[in-house]
T-cell receptor
Framework: GAVVSQHPSWVICKSGTSVKIECRSL??????MFWYRQFPKQSLMLMAT?????????EQGVEKDKFLINHASLTLSTLTVTSAHPEDSSFYIC????????????FGPGTRLTVL | SQELEQSPQSLIVQEGKNLTINCTSS?????LYWYKQKYGEGLIFLMM?????EEKSHEKITAKLDEKKQQSSLHITASQPSHAGIYLC??????????FGTGTRLKVLA
């Protein structure tokens, strides 16, 4: 149980285009979803926290107009990287909590974004 | 702000050897998680520790949380090439948001 999927697993796009990444909780209702970014050889950096039906809370230094997060249902959150540039290339991982009634997070497999 | 420090940053061991990875927090932890990650892939959950002095084992991996709940260790017995990867400790500092350690890169030589 407590499976989280991400789609796509990898994406290559041209500079200036927007890319949407989906995060789904497959067998539980996720009251909260988290989006992380990971640079090569570095740890995970929390970008934002989203609760179903409300606006996402962004961490300091993360541009909310650049990284649009929507948590439209209890099983789906999306991250849209708008007007992507090469510096946005990274590994994006989502997680979801709410499965066990406590704060434990379950992680998706990640999405590798490459912006040319 | 609370931080998690992992040591060592990287480790190369011969197959069959034991090894230990440490994770230290500046403040008391409400929950400590260990994950394994291969570069470019998602996190694989290993173990969760919540109580001071708690110890859990799964196959050849044992994790412990000290009594003060500020330090955890991950011990691998008789390492195998399949243990290679990045080990991350993550913690819930009581704010429902996780913080992560810097990671330990493990290579196991056959």
């Amino acid at each position: 149980g407590a499976v989280v999927s991400q789609h796509p697993s990898w994406v290559i796009c041209k500079s200036g285009t927007s890319v949407k990444i989906e995060c789904r909780s497959l067998d539980f209702q996720a009251t909260t979803m988290f989006w992380y970014r990971q640079f090569p050889k570095q740890s995970l950096m929390l970008m934002a926290t989203s609760n179903e039906g409300s606006k996402a809370t962004y961490e300091q230094g993360v541009e909310k107009d650049k990284f649009l997060i929507n948590h439209a249902s209890l099983t789906l959150s999306t991250l849209t990287v708008t007007s992507a540039h090469p510096e946005d290339s990274s590994f994006y991982i989502c997680s979801a909590s709410g499965a066990s009634g406590v704060n434990e997070q379950f992680f998706g497999p990640g999405t590798r974004l490459t912006v040319l | 702000s609370q931080e998690l420090e992992q040591s060592p940053q990287s480790l190369i061991v011969q197959e069959g050897k034991n090894l230990t990875i440490n994770c230290t927090s500046s403040k008391t932890l409400y929950g400590l998680y260990w994950y394994k990650q291969k570069y470019g892939e998602g996190l694989i959950f290993l173990m969760m520790l919540q109580k001071g002095g708690e110890e859990k084992s799964h196959e050849k991996i044992t994790a412990k949380l000290d009594e003060k709940k500020q330090q955890s260790s991950l011990h691998i017995t008789a390492s195998q090439p399949s243990h290679a990867g990045i080990y991350l400790c993550g913690a819930d500092p009581g704010t429902y948001k996780y913080i992560f350690g810097t990671g330990t890169r493990l290579k196991v030589l056959a």
